[in-house]
C-alpha cells in the first residue's frame, strides 16, 4: 500500500531546452507586502493566545539568532522550527495543533535506513512491472534501483504515524536546515491535522500519485508562495535559512531517471492543480479537495478533468498457457495501474537511458526536450517543469497490468490500457510507426465515445434529450443542435448517462445504454428520424431510441 511518508524530493535539473515549445507560465508572485528585513523590533508583542503568524514565542516575520555554520544546536532548531510553522500558517491559513518533533539526519544514515524485506512474489511482481515500463532490465532489482533513488534524491518526509519531521542533511559534519524544505514538510504536518493523512491510501501507482497530486501538490505550492517571500523584494527576504553549499532538498541525481519520473509527476503538476483549484475559492476550495480528493494522475496531469473525466475501471481476463501462473503478492493488490504518469515516463525515459535511441523516436513518440514546460523566457519552469500531457501519453483513460512467471524463472506479463478516443489510441497518421510504440498501441483499447438517448416526455411532441460527452462529462450542446433544428421542441438534461462501453456493433451498444437508462427508470420511447448528414450507425455519436 502506497503513503506510509510524504517526501519532497530534490528539485528537478533536466537537460537545457534545445528550443522552446509552447511556453508554460509560472504562477503570478504572491501578494504584495511591506518589503523589510525581519527584526524584533518591527514585531508586535506575544499575543494573549494562539493566533496565525505566531508559534512558540516567534512571529512569522521575526528575526532569529541562528548560525547553522557548525550545524543547528537543540535551541537555534527550535527557534527555527517555530518560526517556520508561523511563516507556513501566514501563507497556509490554518492554525497548527501541535508542533511536530524535527530531527536532522545525514544522507549516509538516510540512505542505509531503506534495507526493507520483500517476499519473492513481491519482487517478482515490482521486477516485472518496471521491465513491462522499459525501466530496468532483467537482471536489475526494481527494489534496490527504488532504494538508491530515495537515497539519493529525498530532502526530507513527514511519517503520520509518527507525528514527526526528518530532514536529511548533505553535509555530515555539519547538520544544516534547509528551511524550505523544513517549511514543505510543516505543510504536511498541517495537513495531517487537519485532514488525517493516514486515510489517503492507495494500492496503484495511479491512485498514490493521484492523491499525492493533492498532498505534495499542496506542499509545493506553499513552498513556492514561502520562497517568493524568502527572495528579492519579499517580506522575508535576507531572514530564512539554507545550507551553505546551497544544495538543499536533495543529494545527487536519482540512479534512474524512469523510475524517478513516474514517482517525480505529483511534485511537478500538483502546484499546477493546486493553483488552479486556489484561484477559483482560495484555500477553502483547496481544504475541499480532501473530501473529494483527484481520482487518476490524469485529473492532475490535465486540472480541468478533476471531476469531469473518471478513469475507467479495466477489466482483464487471464488467457495464460500450461507451465505459467500469475504472480499474486500477499501484501497487495494482484494487479499494477501506472496510470498517465508511468505512461508519460516510459516514453521519457529512452532520452535519459544512456543506450542507443531508434533516430525516428523524436518524430513518432516525443522530441527531445518535448516533455519540458518553458516559460516566455525559453527556461524550463521552476514551478511545473515538466510536461506528462504531451501527445504520445494524452488521452489515457485506464489501464491494468497483470504478471506471471512459469517454472523456469521466466515472467511475462499483459497490459491493457483503455484510451479516450481512437485517435488517442492510434498513432498520427503523418507519423511512421516505431518499434516502441506500435506494440504498445496495438494492445490497447478504447471505450468510450459520445453516447445520444432520445426519450419520451409526457407531453405530446416534446422529446428530452441526453447527451454526455463521456471524455469530457460535459453536456455537447453543439450535438444537439446538429440532430434537431432550433425550431424543435426539445429539453436538453445532462449527466444521466454514466460510462458505457462501446461494443463491436451498434445495437450491443444501443442496448447497453438502454439497459443502463433503464436503471433511471427514465427509458420511455419516441419515432425519431436523423437529419441530414447523421447516420443512425454513425460510429462516432453512438444513438439510442430506447
Request: net charge negative.
Amino acid at each position: 500500500m502506497f503513503l506510509t511518508v510524504v517526501v519532497v524530493l530534490a528539485g528537478l535539473a533536466p537537460v537545457a531546452a534545445a528550443a522552446p515549445g509552447d511556453a508554460a507560465v509560472d504562477p503570478a508572485p504572491v501578494e504584495a507586502t511591506t518589503v523589510q528585513t525581519a527584526d524584533n523590533e518591527s514585531t508586535p508583542a506575544d499575543p494573549e493566545s494562539d493566533r496565525l503568524g505566531w508559534e512558540n514565542g516567534y512571529w512569522h516575520n521575526e528575526s532569529i539568532d541562528v548560525d547553522q555554520s557548525d550545524g543547528l544546536t537543540e535551541a537555534e532548531l527550535n527557534a527555527t522550527v517555530s518560526r517556520a510553522m508561523a511563516r507556513v500558517e501566514v501563507i497556509r491559513g490554518l492554525e497548527f495543533d501541535m508542533e511536530p518533533p524535527v530531527e536532522i539526519i545525514s544522507r549516509e544514515e538516510f540512505a542505509s535506513s531503506g534495507n526493507r524485506s520483500y517476499s519473492e512474489a513481491f519482487r517478482t511482481f515490482d521486477d516485472t512491472k518496471f521491465e513491462a515500463l522499459f525501466m530496468i532490465g532483467e537482471s536489475e532489482d526494481s527494489i534496490e534501483v527504488q532504494d538508491e533513488n530515495r537515497g539519493a534524491t529525498v530532502g526530507g518526509y513527514y511519517s503520520p504515524s509518527a507525528d514527526s519531521i526528518v530532514l536529511v542533511a548533505d553535509n555530515a559534519s555539519e547538520l544544516q536546515v534547509d528551511e524550505l524544505t523544513l517549511g514543505h514538510e510543516l505543510v504536511h504536518a498541517i495537513q495531517d491535522q487537519e485532514f488525517d493523512l493516514t486515510s489517503y491510501t492507495s494500492e496503484t501507482r495511479d491512485g498514490a500519485n493521484a492523491n499525492s497530486g493533492l498532498i505534495e501538490g499542496d506542499a509545493n505550492y506553499v513552498q513556492y508562495r514561502y520562497e517568493q517571500r524568502c527572495g528579492e523584494g519579499g517580506s522575508w527576504n535576507g531572514t530564512c535559512l539554507s545550507p551553505e553549499s546551497g544544495d538543499g532538498g536533495g543529494g545527487a541525481g536519482p540512479a534512474n531517471w524512469g523510475v524517478y519520473f513516474v514517482n517525480y509527476q505529483p511534485y511537478s503538476d500538483g502546484p499546477t492543480f493546486i493553483a488552479s483549484q486556489y484561484r477559483e475559492g482560495g484555500w477553502e476550495a483547496v481544504n475541499d479537495l480532501y473530501d473529494a480528493p483527484p481520482e487518476s494522475a490524469e485529473q492532475v496531469i490535465h486540472p480541468d478533468r478533476y471531476g469531469e473525466d473518471a478513469p475507467t475501471e479495466v477489466n482483464l481476463t487471464d488467457q495464460h498457457g500450461d507451465g505459467w501462473e500469475r504472480v499474486r503478492p500477499e501484501s497487495r493488490l494482484d494487479y499494477a495501474e501506472v496510470g498517465q504518469a508511468g505512461v508519460a515516463s516510459m516514453f521519457i525515459y529512452p532520452w535519459y537511458a544512456g543506450e542507443g535511441i531508434s533516430s525516428n523516436y523524436g518524430e513518432t513518440v516525443l522530441e527531445r526536450n518535448g516533455w519540458l514546460n518553458l516559460t516566455s523566457s525559453g527556461e524550463v519552469s521552476t514551478f511545473d517543469p515538466l510536461n506528462y500531457g504531451f501527445e504520445a501519453a494524452a488521452g489515457w483513460d485506464g489501464d491494468r497490468m497483470h504478471f506471471y512467471r512459469n517454472a523456469d524463472g521466466e515472467t511475462g506479463y499483459v497490459w491493457r490500457l483503455v484510451w479516450d478516443s481512437p485517435a488517442d489510441a492510434t498513432l498520427t497518421p503523418r507519423r511512421r510507426p516505431d518499434p516502441l510504440v506500435s506494440p504498445l498501441r496495438r494492445r490497447t483499447q478504447v471505450v468510450h465515445r459520445p453516447v445520444v438517448a432520445l426519450l419520451r416526455e409526457e407531453r405530446p411532441n416534446q422529446r428530452h434529450v441526453v447527451v454526455r460527452d463521456t471524455r469530457t462529462g460535459r453536456l455537447d450542446r453543439r450535438f444537439v443542435r446538429r440532430l434537431f433544428p432550433a425550431t424543435a421542441p426539445v429539453v436538453v438534461r445532462s449527466w444521466v448517462v454514466a460510462h458505457v462501453a462501446h461494443s463491436a456493433t451498434h445495437r450491443d451498444t444501443e442496448r447497453a445504454l438502454c439497459t443502463r437508462l433503464a436503471r433511471h427508470s427514465v427509458v420511455g420511447s419516441a419515432p425519431w428520424s436523423p437529419p441530414p448528414g447523421v447516420r443512425r450507425d454513425d460510429t462516432r455519436y453512438p444513438v439510442a431510441v430506447c
